[in-house]
């Protein structure tokens, strides 16, 4: 399995930007990667996701403010998160997963923490 590992979380005020990776052992091409949040108290929550033939797709709260994409290697994940709100605040993890598996049959990262202040 290949193995993750998130950086880039930060605390940022209401309106700014982040910018996350996700560092793959070794090329993921092959696999749909994705990335989950989960806040205080609340259900894990999928965010954002690309296939390995470049599709990408979002949650309705991020569309538009959100941007995943990768290097051309395949083994490194970003997420931009740009017109960051509060309730954006969640420990944020990637995830590679075998295509048409459940995500949680996946190799996921540690997470990195992202919270936004108004």
């Known amino acids: 399995q290949v193995q993750l590992v998130e950086s880039g979380g930060g605390s940022v005020q209401s309106g700014g930007s982040l910018r996350l990776s996700c560092a793959a052992s070794?090329?993921?091409?092959?696999?749909?990667m994705g990335w989950f949040r989960q806040a205080p108290g609340k259900e894990r929550e999928w965010v954002a996701q690309?296939?390995?033939?470049?599709?990408?797709n979002y949650a309705d709260p991020v569309k538009g403010r959100f941007t995943i994409s990768q290097d051309n290697a395949k083994s490194t994940l970003y997420l931009q998160m740009n017109t960051l709100k509060p309730e954006d605040t969640a420990m944020y993890y990637c995830?590679?997963?075998?295509?048409?598996?459940?995500?949680?049959?996946?190799?996921w990262g540690q997470g990195t923490q992202v919270t936004v202040s108004s």
């Open positions: 995830v590679a997963v075998q295509c048409r598996h459940p995500w949680d049959t996946g190799s």
């Open positions: 070794r090329s993921y091409s092959s696999y749909c």
């Open positions: 690309v296939l390995p033939s470049g599709p990408t």
